[in-house]
């Protein structure tokens, strides 16, 4: 099947399954003939039965009409005026995304009963944003009349620009219309602008899931859910590759570095914004160490209202969870975890906080305890709970957890550096009272 696609997004192309049967006749000359054509354009076409093929359109919402009226303008004439102009320049109705037009516009009666009818959004702007709009026919007295000297075109241009993915101006398809009927109260004026992205007509949602340990046996039946329903899924890429088979054919993922939390975040709200359903993976817990906190951190700092776009956050197994369950009962009493990465937090905090912890004689677990370049904090670690517990106190250190490359170690407080440690593993250092069994790493509760 040959796809002409001259507007809307082209984000569906890039995430599609290698057994497609979609050919791209602009870039790819080489493709056997198609069986068939669809163009995917505002724009209507007359379909040519000659080529004997079977061919089809798809007209995404992109087009904002701009709508400037008289008051008590009929909705009959503002209606015939859209279908009159699409026609004459050959664009479909169906293409629309909504009408947009001067605040003073909100209670029209004409043109919210339209809105009504054909379930368009109806965008409304201040005179002042649309007087900073720069337009093919200012009118000076417009201007005077409702303080900006555009009412259609800047409305079109400017509901087209906020619905656009770049920061580019959108091209006005067409320029401003004025239009009259006789025997009909009113006039209107109406001008077109194309967005580069569609219009949804969706609320987002954003789930921010917790994966557990990385073995989907361990994944909770809620994040599972989460994750197949979504439309988009971003992640580490990792952690995308541990889910890989709960991803079906055609859903968009994105696998973004290690490095890039802030981007991944800015991106799954972009796209939830958009009236997308979007899964934002962390492993084990996602409010613990995971991405949860940046995400709505990111909302927060937008003025987020709480409620649009929707937000659900759905609990994993924690990695210290994962490393406890592998070696018995080791935080059946207080306990508390750490991370030793000082990419976000300063050494001379994390020093007090092991301190603070190694002296409560709290169970503790060590997140990111050591990488290639950074085995400072670990070791810092190890001398701050020496001076504190004794050298024969249990400690396990667990790697991969429920992963294939899984390892697990039960040793001591004195032998814990002589021992592999890396980024995926978690280190547990158990209080005064915890002992090592048989294999078995218990933290006595006090029953018995």
């Known amino acids: 099947m040959a796809i002409v696609q001259e507007a809307g997004t082209a984000l569906w192309q890039q995430h599609l399954p290698a057994d497609h049967p979609f050919q791209w006749p602009d870039t790819d000359s080489s493709s056997a003939a198609p069986q068939a054509r669809v163009w995917i354009s505002p724009r209507q076409r007359q379909m040519s039965p000659g080529e004997g093929l079977p061919q089809g359109q798809w007209h995404p919402r992109v087009l904002w009409v701009g709508v400037g009226c008289e008051r008590g303008t009929a909705q009959a004439l503002i209606a015939q005026a859209i279908e009159q102009i699409c026609g004459h320049y050959g664009l479909a109705v169906d293409a629309i995304a909504g009408l947009a037009s001067l ?67 959108p091209p006005l398809l067409v320029p401003k219309q004025v239009r009259r009927q006789p025997g009909v109260s ?45 439309d988009v899924v971003i992640g580490y890429g990792l952690y995308v590759d541990l889910i890989r088979p709960l991803l079906r054919p055609g859903q968009i993922v994105e696998a973004l570095p290690i490095s890039q939390e802030r981007q991944r975040a800015r991106r ?47 609990p994993g197994i924690t990695a210290l969870q994962a490393a406890a369950a592998r070696v018995g009962a080791p ?28 002296t409560a004689d709290f169970v503790v677990a060590l997140y990111n305890p050591q990488s290639q370049r950074r085995t400072e904090p670990l070791a810092l670690a190890h ?43 978690v280190v547990l250092i158990g209080n005064r009272t915890s002992r090592l069994h048989q294999g078995w790493m218990i933290t006595p509760r006090g029953y018995l």
């Open 383 to 425: 001398r701050i709970f020496l001076a504190h517990r004794p050298g024969n106190t249990p400690v396990a250190i667990v790697r991969a957890a429920y992963r294939p490359q899984e390892t697990v170690i039960c040793t001591t407080l004195d032998q814990l550096l002589g021992h592999p440690i890396d980024m995926v593993t």
């Open 331 to 358: 935080l059946m009493h207080d306990f508390c975890a750490i991370s030793l990465s000082d990419l976000l937090t300063p050494l001379a905090v994390i020093e007090q906080r092991l301190t603070a912890a190694a």
């Open 186 to 230: 009113g006039a209107v004026t109406l001008a077109i602008a194309q967005a580069s992205r569609e219009y949804t007509g969706r609320e987002g949602h954003l789930a921010l899931v917790g994966t557990g340990p990385g073995s989907l046996d361990q994944l909770t039946p809620a994040a599972k859910g989460a994750i197949t329903r979504a």
């Open 268 to 314: 799954a709200i972009e796209l939830a914004r958009w009236g997308l359903s979007v899964a934002v993976v962390s492993s084990g817990d996602c409010g613990i160490y995971g991405m949860a906190g940046l995400v709505l951190e990111h909302l927060a700092l937008s003025d987020w209202d709480g409620q649009t776009p929707a937000v659900a956050v759905y």
């Open 103 to 169: 605040e003073l516009k909100a209670d029209e009666p004409g043109l919210v009963a339209l809105c009504q009818d054909h379930h368009w959004p109806l965008q409304l702007f201040s005179s002042a944003h649309l007087s900073t709009i720069q337009v093919p026919h200012p009118s000076a007295v417009v201007a005077q009349a409702v303080g900006t000297p555009s009412v259609a075109e800047a409305a079109a241009l400017a509901a087209a620009q906020a619905s656009s993915a770049q920061a580019t101006t």
